[in-house]
């Protein structure tokens, strides 16, 4: 059964620095990843996905991710935090069949600090 | 650019009593979801629909839950007799059917329902 590990509920970082978010996956097969984010009070929009063509994404926003399958990591970066990139974050994983269900990670809520 | 939109944005309701959740998803989607997310957990998958029929649930979705596209654009959740443990934000979301695995899914802003 596939599933989703984020490594930090928060990050805080200053405006200006790198971010990096951790994700790990466990899947029986070769996944589709995902990165969402939403801000308050917004849906769920998303930032990057992996789905087996090149295993460095880029997103929307100045994000990017790689998928590490030794490490069956897909943790995601930006090399400058802007104020608005405060939000909350999920990492998530298709299920079987591509179609159905995506399984969610925990999220990860990121601070920005001037 | 074409959303996922969702009414109401605030739904309060007494235990055991019905709600409707709606969802108009993007015009040429053919697949729709319902996703809940209870304060302080993940966000959880529901049920999946297409061609008018339930394609895949999950053990959440018991006899209490039922969706229904009742017209061209409305996609629907409705809570038979609504629990305490119901209240939760519910995300509706949908997606083309054309891409094949690993496609992406748009999703709506939520209803967050309170059952007091």
């Known amino acids: 059964a596939q599933s989703v590990t984020q490594l930090d509920s928060h990050v805080s970082v200053s405006e200006g620095t790198p971010v990096l978010l951790r994700c790990n996956y466990s899947?029986?097969?070769?996944?589709?990843l995902f990165w969402y984010v939403q801000h308050p009070n917004k849906g769920l929009q998303l930032l990057l996905k992996?789905?087996?063509?090149?295993?460095l994404v880029k997103g929307i926003n100045g994000f990017e991710a790689e998928f590490k399958k030794s490490e069956t990591s897909f943790h995601l970066t930006k090399p400058s935090a802007h104020m608005s990139d405060a939000a909350e974050y999920f990492c998530v994983v298709s299920g079987d069949g591509g179609y159905n269900k995506l399984i969610f990670g925990a999220g990860t809520r990121l601070a920005v600090h001037p | 650019e074409p959303e996922v939109t969702q009414t109401p944005s605030h739904q309060v309701t007494q235990m055991g009593q019905e709600v409707i959740l709606r969802c108009v998803p993007i015009s040429n989607h053919l697949y729709f979801y319902w996703y809940r997310q209870i304060l302080g957990q993940k966000v959880e998958f529901l049920v999946s629909f297409y061609n008018n029929e339930i394609s895949e649930k999950s053990e959440i979705f018991d006899d209490q839950f039922s969706v229904e596209r009742p017209d061209g654009s409305n996609f629907t959740l409705k809570i038979r007799s609504t629990k305490l443990e119901d209240s939760a934000m519910y995300f509706c979301?949908?997606?083309?059917?054309?891409?094949?695995?690993?496609?992406?899914?748009?999703f709506g802003p939520g209803t967050r329902l309170l059952v007091l």
């Open positions: 979301a949908s997606s083309t059917g054309l891409a094949g695995g690993g496609e992406t899914q748009y």
């Open positions: 992996y789905t087996s063509a090149a295993t």
């Open positions: 899947s029986s097969y070769s996944p589709s």
